[in-house]
């Protein structure tokens, strides 16, 4: 059915790649002279046929940057062509994947306001709808006085009078230590607290307790997982999960820990523009390349691909992972809190319960001006003075929240610029614009990317679905059902060392598709220097000072000699979740040491899983609640219908009978009263 397909001139000889299910690249022997070779840029096509019914298709694509770049032959380990190919036929054959994904693979669009999950019904993603009928949920957890955690929409319905201990937006803290300006920033915009960790990292604390971003990030993707169990009728344990495509590493791999906190075993992480491309285009037959314009409710990302019968090459990615629906909804608060000052002299900018109010009152106004041109913000008894009560009744239009948030839209347009750039390619070369995320609606958005693009954006994808319904289609390709999709995504930012000077030395460029693979030697700065410490950095500054540090080891047993003498040779790896890890040998005495980044703080695996474990016993304590109110309401029905029948058939009844069954109600309804759990949930109280 396949006709075999080679690449002449790519410096792996005699090697064969498996690309995708059916689809495998072969690499006859080359004779090019092997200095020629080695500083060959990779870059290759590959031609396959395919047999659909009784026509034959041609298949063709063109798969650039799959390898790095090789160094000279002096530099260049020969042992390095066999991993790079075995390691991309492994994250890349569904073959492979077949055999070792078993049950469903849901995939789950983990966002900063709300969240989604999909799973693939044949060849086609289907939205799971949650216990409200919801096919969204808000990505928010409470913490209820008596110890009960809520998810969702119950968190936030009762985030007004509960601010303190109701967490949302924490996807922007994922990942990021508590001294970055984005945290300190965040620290004065929202009513919970947030603490500074024993390693640095920003956390969130709750009823006296300490949770990790990734933590509340797991309960989300709890409540998820189990909106799919509800809807399959079977456990899940397989999930793709998206990330913003500008996260570093260190966000990557809290998202990948907040997985594993949810008790899922995450197979992938992928970039959330790639998602909703992979939603728009699955069924699609022309080729085009387009852009994503991902504008959700914390973080811009916009990538541009390459799609080619089914195909998908992102090209260049860019983004802003503290831009979103939040700074939106900021903005607002801010300019309603100044109002009232202005008109009253009260200054609300302190009263956690009452900001709380005006945020979901400016959220609501937000939304209600993508589709009318004025409205109403009416908030009553907001606060009080010796005067009486204050209320809020303001009237917003259009123009003026356009005018209140251009700067943020305007942050927006540098980014794609730059994406454009970096994909050598200008805004009349994109054939088609996606909007993603909720932000998209707004009018001023969509006029925005017109202005940039030349173009109206399509409107065949939904901005708060395509991303989940993309997670899924990639976890069809993972579990090996859907076929004839292959993903070629890139890695966002640069990744290097620090050399002499504090001078950021680059491996790995931005943009270059991953998994890849990189190696460069270097040696010791002094004399008889016996251990090196590599510091490994992400970021496009020239300083390592402006760039984020990932993590760092030391490479011990050295021999003595000279400075430059011993050859210290340092190998980048990233994998398909965009994952790095790194690798340092002395080529002398054969000594290395690895490691896998884990955001250079992060959690540890013992913190891990203690946070599965308290995961876990939410669970238990979940479904004796979920016992109580089935109980609760039972009760409710039982004594509801009992004094109906009771006043129905009264006269029937022995006296000494009918006052035996009233204290048997008042009996339970005591009961009720005294339990908590089901005073909560018992209306017959």
Known sequence: MLNTIYAPRCGLANTSLSLMKGITLSIPNCRMDEEIQDEFYWEYCFVCYRRDKDKEKMFASRISRALPRATSSVTRSASLRTPLGTSFTKRWNSDDAEKKVKGPVIGIDLGTTNSAVAVMEGQTAK????????????????????????????????????????????????????????????????????????????????????????????????KMKETAEAYLTKTVQNAVVTVPAYFNDSQRQATKDAGQIAGLNVLRVVN?????????????????????????????????????????????????????????????????????????????????????????????????????????????????????????????????????????????????????????????????????????????????????????????????????????????????NVTDVLLLDVTPLSLGIETLGGVFTRLINRNTTIPTKKSQIFSTAADFQTAVEIKVYQGERELVRDNKMLGNFQLVGIPPAHRGVPQIEVTFDIDADAIVHVHAKDKSTNKDHSITIASGSGLSDQEIQNMVDDSERYAESDKERKAAIEAANRSDSVLNDTEKALNEFADKLDKTEADGIREKITALREFCRQEPVWRRYCYCC
């Open 127 to 222: 939205i799971i709808e949650n216990s409200e009928g919801a096919r969204t949920t808000p990505s928010v957890v409470a913490f209820a006085q008596d110890g009960e955690r809520l998810v969702g929409v119950s968190a936030k319905r009762q985030a007004v009078v509960n601010p303190e201990n109701t967490l949302f937006a924490t996807k922007r803290l994922i990942g990021r230590k508590f001294t970055d300006a984005e945290v300190q920033r965040d620290i004065k915009e929202v009513p919970y607290k947030i603490v500074q960790h024993t390693n640095g990292d920003a956390w969130v604390s709750a009823r006296g307790e300490k949770y990790s971003p990734s933590q509340i990030g797991g309960f989300v993707l709890q």
């Open 272 to 480: 959330e523009p790639t998602a909703a491309a992979l939603a728009y285009g699955l069924e699609k037959d022309e080729d085009k390349v387009i852009a994503v314009y991902d504008l959700g409710g914390g973080t811009f990302d916009i990538s541009v691909l390459e799609i080619q019968k089914g195909v998908f090459e992102v090209k260049s990615t860019n983004g802003d992972t503290h831009l979103g629906g939040e700074d939106f909804d900021i903005h607002l608060v801010r300019h309603l809190v100044q109002q009232f000052k202005k008109d009253s002299g009260i200054d609300l900018s302190g009263d956690r319960m009452a900001i709380q109010r005006i945020r979901e009152a400016a959220e609501k106004a937000k939304i209600e001006l993508s589709s009318s041109m004025q409205t109403d913000i009416n908030l009553p008894f907001i606060t009080a003075d010796s005067s009486g009560p204050k209320h809020i009744n303001q009237k917003l239009s259009r123009s003026q929240l356009e005018k209140l948030v251009d700067p943020l839209i305007t942050r927006t347009i540098e980014p794609v610029r730059k994406a454009l750039k970096d994909a050598n390619l200008t805004a009349k070369d994109i054939q088609e614009v996606i909007l993603v995320g909720g932000m998209t609606r707004m009018p001023k958005v969509s006029e925005s990317v017109k202005s940039i693009f030349g173009r109206d954006p399509a409107k065949s994808v939904n901005p708060d679905e395509a991303v989940a319904m993309g997670a899924a289609i990639q976890g069809g390709v993972l579990a090996g």
